[in-house]
């Protein structure tokens, strides 16, 4: 269960007060703030605090005195601009300030992302919960034959329940022994800082999460995309639909540009070029590698 019932009520009555305010409001992003979105069977992700808007982008590139909003169109043009040109530090003006629990394997590949603010859930004050990430069936599959870091289809029937069993089971075992090291039974019981590290890696840790908007761009570029693995692939989902009502016309830029768009090398462009001039391009008269090749077609596939 992602949220307890106390958990729960907390939350109610943080979103029950408001106050006034002369700072820059997203009416977007009211409505998520603190609101928990589930991910994964256990995690969440939740807005704790955000500062700016679509138009604090435009303030810090006009280095305005005032709101720096001319018009919706004229913002929205200047936003695609600087997205276009990688003039990247009026989105920095932004910040959001997220609450994840997620497990200890995603956060090991989200960790990677240097340039935000983490706190997270001490394991050595704190006994953690016997919450440990099972996939669903349909996402228990094969290793890709295509792709080392990758997977192929579901596995299926006995095979598949066998995996689960195996999960459920070594997760628990683990946790069982986790909680009679820590028991303190009349005597003292082994430190918790010590205890954890029996834990199997998909345990849920929490941290809270505090990242500008250029960089959380980056994370979601890369996280959001279907080369990602799916376990942190839904988080960056999940944040996505966040951030498009938050700064619905950078989020649109941002989709435009970063994820619509594509990386072409010189020779991709040369062969692009040569393609529209009505020349019939192969793999071998391309200059570029059998993988390169590929992913261009896929690129141009769509
Ligand atoms: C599909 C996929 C597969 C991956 N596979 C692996 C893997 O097999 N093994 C592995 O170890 N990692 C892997 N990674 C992690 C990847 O290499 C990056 O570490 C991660 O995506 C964070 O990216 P970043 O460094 O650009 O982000 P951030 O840390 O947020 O940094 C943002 C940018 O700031 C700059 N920057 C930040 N810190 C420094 C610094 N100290 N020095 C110089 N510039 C800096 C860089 O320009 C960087 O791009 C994978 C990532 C993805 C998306």
Redesign the pocket.
Known sequence: MPLSPEQKQEIEEQRSTSQPTLRAVSPGMEKHLYTAHEVLDHGFVRVIDYMGDDAAICQAARVSYGKGTKSVQNDEGLIRYLMRHWHSTPFEMCEIKLHVKLPVFVAR?WI?????NVNEYSARYSILDREFYIPAPEHIAAQSVVNN?GRGAALQGEEAARVLEILKADSNRCYDNYEAMISDDGQQGLARELARMNLPANVYTQWYWKVDLH?LF??LR??A?H???YEIRVYADAICKVVADWVPAAYGAFEDYRLGGANLSGRAMDCIRRMLKGEEVTQETSGMSKGEWREFEAELRG
């Open positions: 590949q990677r992302h240097r340039t935000a870091q960089n980056h994370f890369l996280r995309d080369h990602a693995q």
